[in-house]
């Protein structure tokens, strides 16, 4: 079976990253796809793009960034994974023009494109609003805009106890 080439890859990855009303993610599907690296590796029957060096991909409100990036797709041509890792990974998109940008870090973000789910490792923080989460494991699911966070987790160095800072709400 013959598989759809990787260039529309970035689109969708970007597309897919956040949790973006048809509004937003119109704006950004009509956004030019900017992506920086000092190095790609592209294998189509695989089905994986991997980016390294200095990577930064954007598109409209979103960003990844990470000393390297592997975009893998499925059987059926989809995106199905984005991993961005280095010592500061990080992932940022604005869910809607009203609201403010929502931005993660990690030694490893993961983002699960089926699931619109993505992963936090090794130092995670996430800023939502004017609330910030800490820890060694952030996990946030994007359409649910909900945090569960650990200590320990695999891939984690030590433990990292979780911190959080809430902002009280505005009346």
Known sequence: MKRP?????ACALLLSLGAVPAVQA????????????????LDDRAGTAVYTGNVDIRQGSMRLTGDRVEIRRNDAGELSLATATGERAYLEQQPDPAEPVVKGWGRTVIYHVAER???LIDRAELHQGGDIFQGGYLEYFLDRRVVQARADAEGVEGSQRIRMTLQPEQQ
Do not use: K, M
């Not at 080439?5 to 890859?9: K, V």
């Open 117 to 119: 789910r993505v992963e």
């Open 5 to 9: 080439s990787l260039a529309p890859l």
């Open 26 to 41: 119109q704006g950004d599907a009509e956004a030019p796809i900017l992506v920086e690296a000092d190095r790609l590796d």
